[in-house]
Nanobody, 127 residues
């Protein structure tokens, strides 16, 4: 599956952004999807994920973003979203959209559990 992120940019602390990830293919609903991020000099870290539609659309979040970020999917549009509210300077990173292997019945929370990646979109939060 081919993934293309959009929606990144520069925002002040406390502000909001919504990232979008458009996926190719006709079986988008069969993929568990996720967002991960990588700040300069740091390892890529898990942000949020949502199971495929066959597994009920379960969601998982990193503790650092819980209650601030929301992941959602629109299977009709082959798109997964990440709504980010109350942004902090430590949220600054390149955000990557990723897909697990098709028909995976889990919610991936490790980078190694994702099979396909987008090119990333930069999010910069100024304090």
């Amino acid at each position: 599956v081919h993934l293309v992120e959009s929606g990144g940019g520069l925002v002040q602390a406390g502000g909001s952004l919504r990232l979008s990830c458009a996926a190719s293919g006709r079986t988008f609903s069969s993929y568990a999807m996720g967002w991960l991020r990588q700040a300069p000099g740091k390892e890529r870290e898990f942000v949020a994920a949502i199971s495929n539609s066959w597994s009920g659309g379960s969601k998982r979040y990193a503790d650092s973003v819980k209650d601030r970020f929301t992941i959602s999917r629109d299977n009709a549009k082959n798109t997964v979203y990440l709504q980010m509210n109350s942004l902090k300077s430590e949220d600054t990173a390149v955000y990557y959209c990723a897909a697990a292997a098709e028909y995976s019945d889990y919610v991936p929370v490790r980078a190694t559990r994702f099979a396909s990646w987008g090119q990333g979109t930069q999010v910069t939060v100024s304090s």
